[in-house]
T-cell receptor, first 113, second 111 residues
Framework: DTGVSQDPRHKITKRGQNVTFRCDPISEHNRLYWYRQTLGQGPEFLTY????????KSRLLSDRFSAERPKGSFSTLEIQRTEQGDSAMYLCASAPGPINEQFFGPGTRLTVL | EDQVTQSPEALRLQEGESSSLNCSYTVSGLRGLFWYRQDPGKGPEFLFTLYSAGEEKEKERLKATLTKKESFLHITAPKPEDSATYLC????????????FGKGTLLTVNP
């Protein structure tokens, strides 16, 4: 399977704990995006990378959130001191260029108790 | 700020009953409009990209059209396997290539 992969698929954590998600984009895609989706809503943009450079962060991305893409390959999204409001599906997408369609991974479902 | 409004929120059809989903958008300058299909618990699956008014794209029973203010996703003779949430998203020329999504239309096709 050469699509976008995400790990883990599901994560249950207690409030206050830190969590980290991983995204592996399609290999030749230099653009990588993170979105968050809650029930009944469309995905909301969080941040995006061109190669290893993080070029934009949404105001939704509080200082508890950090994302990296070392060497322009896989990316990680870390949430520190999780809150119940962080419960959502976290989606990763990649694209070969700026105006091409974005291909999404299966998502990581986060539940904060 | 970019806005995308999809209607209806939910639509129930009988197998073979054709219909259309609407996506109205407000952007400062449209770079592209995207349609995705999303099944429960899964990530969105890309369907179409439209770039300019008057453009049309087709794939099996689906046809997407674009005007300066809205896009339609026409579903011809749907089957139960077409049941899913259909998401519309826009990419603004003034944005950094992010997508702004609508809330989606939940389509249910009964056999």
């Amino acid at each position: 399977d050469t699509g976008v992969s995400q790990d883990p698929r599901h994560k249950i954590t207690k409030r206050g704990q830190n969590v980290t998600f991983r995204c592996d984009p399609i290999s030749e895609h230099n653009r990588l995006y993170w979105y968050r989706q809650t029930l009944g809503q469309g995905p909301e943009f969080l941040t995006y990378f061109q190669n290893e450079a993080q070029l934009e962060k949404s105001r939704l991305l509080s200082d508890r959130f950090s994302a990296e893409r070392p060497k322009g390959s896989f990316s990680t999204l870390e949430i520190q001191r999780t809150e119940q409001g962080d419960s959502a599906m976290y989606l990763c997408a990649s694209a070969p260029g700026p105006i091409n369609e974005q291909f999404f991974g299966p998502g990581t479902r986060l539940t904060v108790l | 700020e970019d806005q995308v409004t999809q209607s209806p929120e939910a639509l129930r059809l009988q197998e073979g009953e054709s219909s259309s989903l609407n996506c109205s958008y407000t952007v400062s300058g449209l770079r592209g409009l995207f349609w995705y299909r999303q099944d429960p618990g899964k990530g969105p699956e890309f369907l179409f990209t439209l770039y300019s008014a008057g453009e049309e794209k087709e794939k099996e029973r689906l046809k997407a059209t674009l005007t300066k203010k809205e896009s339609f996703l026409h579903i011809t003779a749907p089957k139960p396997e077409d049941s899913a949430t259909y998401l519309c998203a826009v990419q603004d020329r003034g944005s950094n290539y992010k997508l702004t999504f609508g809330k989606g239309t939940l389509l249910t096709v009964n056999p």
